[in-house]
């Protein structure tokens, strides 16, 4: 299953940054970004077979440390919208993250069987 998150997700550095500024801003800012997120997981169907493997490409507009890029509120969103089971290694045994130098900043998912 393929599909495509239009929008800059939070790296961790926005995240860090968020929590000492305002202990209450990153927990604002998470709850917006996955509302943002479900508009684009509405017609994804649920995973039925477990384990899988998630491959990230990140699209990249700038250069940014890979490490950094993060898909809590994305992967939280889809347990919320009953896509994913949970995202503990029973569920999950391999995530993959691919940088793609590109001209806008978004990221495309695959979820493919083991």
């Known amino acids: 299953m393929k599909f495509c998150i ?6 961790w550095n926005d995240i860090i940054g968020q929590c000492r500024s305002n202990k209450y801003y990153a927990n604002t800012h998470k709850k917006k970004e996955m ?18 493997e998630m491959v990230f490409k990140w699209h990249i507009k700038r250069n940014c440390d890979l490490d950094n890029k993060s898909v809590k509120s994305l992967m939280d969103q889809m347990q919320i919208q009953g896509i994913l089971e949970n995202d503990d290694i029973k569920h ?3 995530i993959t993250y691919i940088a793609i130098k590109d001209k806008e900043d978004y990221v495309e998912v695959e979820i493919k069987e083991c």
Do not use: A, G, Q, R
Not at 6 to 11: A, E, G, T, V, Y
Not at 36 to 51: A, C, G, Q, R, T
């Open 6 to 11: 239009p929008l800059k997700l939070s790296s």
């Open 35 to 52: 509302k943002d997120i479900s508009m684009f997981l509405n017609k994804i169907p649920k995973i039925e077979k477990y384990p899988v």
């Open 92 to 94: 999950i045994n391999k």
